[in-house]
């Protein structure tokens, strides 16, 4: 028998160097049972890949902040001005200090 090939002659093993050589060049195996776990395995990474897509997309819009809403300033209502009474000394000012100062009263 003459092997064209460096594959093991035990069929497990050549099966699996097939496909590990198959992987190697990015193909999909070519055994019943391999072929299902790789399948397996490759739409698990893609429900974890969308999963995660799908997450970052998320995070992504709450992370956002709301707009401010512009709005005009409200201006504090101004107090009515206390009218002191016109009839009464208010004592202040320097004559006021000067009385206080010498004691008149």
Excluded: I
């Excluded at 699996?16 to 990474?45: F, I, M």
């Excluded at 016109?86 to 009385?99: D, E, I, K, Q, Y």
Aim: aromatic share 2%.
């Amino acid at each position: 028998m003459v092997l064209l090939d460096n594959l093991p002659t035990d069929s497990v093993l050549r099966r699996h160097a097939t496909t590990e050589r198959l992987r190697a060049l990015g193909l999909p195996p070519t055994d019943v049972v391999l072929r299902r776990h790789h399948d397996q395995l490759v739409d698990s990474l893609q429900a974890r890949a969308a999963a995660s897509e799908a997450a970052r997309r998320a995070a992504s819009t709450v992370a956002r902040p709301a707009p401010a809403r512009v709005s005009a300033p409200v201006a504090a209502p101004r107090p009515a001005p206390a009218a002191a009474p016109a009839a009464t000394p208010s004592g202040g000012g320097l004559f006021g200090w000067l009385r206080r100062l010498l004691g008149a009263r």
